[in-house]
């Protein structure tokens, strides 16, 4: 299956997640030459050998340059130093101030492209705790081609995360408040997948952390960062706060493709599967806890399955084992191979709320940067593991702290000075449907509204 039909269908029919065939890899000489490039130009350079001759070099920089033109950052991912030998990538220069929107402004223009190609429409259904809503819902409005169904948990939003779903006015775009918890809207989500004739009959389309695609334009930052500080020549470490280990896969996809990456630091917050898992070998989930990082409220750690593939020497038998055994038995156990190669790569820490509104109090004390609770938590774990202090420790900064605002003026006692769009959005009227946590009553109300499933008249 090629890249295309891969970005078109998100997950496999099978259940499972699709990794590329094989890693491609860029010589030490190609990452030199990124020294000399922008991001568009490197973000071409990483993508060409993912997407395979599936969009033409002219089509994908086309599409490159349209999606992070949206960006209010010339170097669209800028990295801030913060200390000797400590940075912060700030990814949240796009349109809904997380970075989400790095990979989502591209996903869209390349699927819009794509569907038009094939005379198709397609329907976008997706569950959000917070921020892949807004994403989605800016990188798709207005596209002809496809329409926008996004469930989120009633009143578990921030009013910021909410406004950016439900203000744009485009016909195509859909905001459904479910009474009930993210792991409802998800359980749904999967009911509608699951559900063959409906899926295909409605051409329903993933843009969830699970769709390799989002995955793959992630991957370009780590370079850009890499080698701004100094790859291929130097090791650099990466600390990255993460739920769904998509973010964090991303890392390891540039690590695989060459990218001379020392440490990639796994950073939790309370809800810490991933940091148990990497301490005891057990993978467990349990009960979610609300924090104020909650984009990282994640217990079912959905794309840990692709490292748990890449741990076993990609033996796609094992991986459908371990699946089992969490489906019967509610988790699985790594092999002592399987947890030395994940502690090989990865380093894994947890930082409690307390840690995280102290780290956010130490940094404005130390340098006056503002930051909020997601990136706070990378910051937190940073600074727990052991390292090298001669290699560079980069923290990404997933959101903007206006994304937060009264998870920061708690620990601040003020707000972050909120962008324009965020003060625009406040007063323009919203518009969404609240629904049972029911996925019948979901399905007949896309069954509505989706122009894909109509026949032409
Ligand atoms: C989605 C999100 C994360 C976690 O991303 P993963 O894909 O789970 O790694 C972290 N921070 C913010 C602000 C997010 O929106």
Redesign the pocket.
């Known amino acids: 299956m090629g890249f295309e039909d891969v970005m078109l269908t998100g997950l496999a029919a099978d259940g499972g997640l699709y990794v590329p065939a094989t890693w491609p890899t860029l010589s030490r000489d190609t990452i030199a030459g990124f020294a000399g490039l922008d991001y568009q130009a490197q973000a071409l350079e990483v993508l060409r050998p993912f997407v395979g001759g599936d969009f033409t070099d002219a089509d994908l920089s086309a599409d490159i340059a349209d999606a992070y033109a949206s960006f209010n950052h010339k170097a669209i991912t800028p990295l801030v130093q913060l200390g000797s030998n400590d940075w912060l990538l700030e990814l949240f220069h796009g349109p809904t101030l997380?970075?989400?929107d790095v990979a989502m402004q591209l996903l869209a223009r390349l699927m819009d492209r794509a569907l038009k190609r094939r005379g198709r429409r397609a329907t976008i259904v997706g569950a959000t705790s917070?921020?892949?809503g807004g994403a989605a819902v800016e990188a798709f409005r207005g596209r002809d081609a496809i329409d926008v169904f996004i469930m989120y948990p009633a009143g578990r939003v921030s009013d910021v995360q909410r406004r950016q779903m439900t203000t744009p006015p485009d016909a195509n775009i859909h905001a459904i408040e479910i009474e009930g918890t993210f792991d409802d809207c998800q359980n749904i989500l999967k009911a509608l997948f699951n559900e063959h004739a409906f899926r295909d009959r409605y051409q329903l389309a993933g843009v969830n952390?699970i769709n390799w695609a989002r995955l793959a334009a992630q991957i370009v930052y780590y370079f850009a960062a890499g080698v701004a500080l100094g790859a291929p020549h130097r090791r650099i470490s990466f600390a990255?706060?993460?739920?769904?280990?998509?973010?964090?896969f991303a890392g390891y996809a540039a690590m695989r493709m060459g990218l001379p990456i020392e440490r990639l630091v796994i950073a939790t917050n309370v809800n810490d599967i991933l940091e148990r898992t990497y301490s005891t070998g057990r993978y467990e989930p349990r009960g979610v806890q609300a924090t104020t990082?909650p984009?990282?409220d994640?217990q079912i750690?959905s794309?840990f399955e692709r490292l748990l593939f890449e741990l076993s020497g990609r033996d796609a038998a094992r991986v459908c084992d371990l699946m089992e055994s969490l489906r019967a038995q509610g988790s699985f156990a790594l092999s002592p191979a399987e947890l030395e190669g994940f502690r090989d790569s990865f380093q894994a820490a947890r930082a409690s709320e307390a840690q995280i509104s102290a780290q956010i109090q130490s940094l404005v004390m130390a340098t006056g940067y503002v930051t909020e609770p997601?990136t706070a938590v990378g910051l937190a774990c940073a600074g727990r593991v052991t390292r090298d202090p001669a290699v560079p420790m980069v923290t990404l900064a997933?959101?903007h702290p206006a994304?937060f605002p009264a998870a920061v003026a708690a620990v601040l006692g003020r707000e972050a000075p909120a962008p324009e769009s965020v003060v625009r959005q406040r007063d323009l009227p919203e518009r969404s449907s609240s629904l049972p946590n029911d996925p019948k009553a979901v399905a007949s109300f896309i069954a509505g509204r989706a122009r894909a499933g109509v026949p032409a008249a």
């Open positions: 997380a970075f989400k917070g921020d892949t952390s990255v706060p993460t739920g769904n280990f998509g973010d964090v990082s984009s990282m994640i750690s794309n997601h997933t959101a994304k």
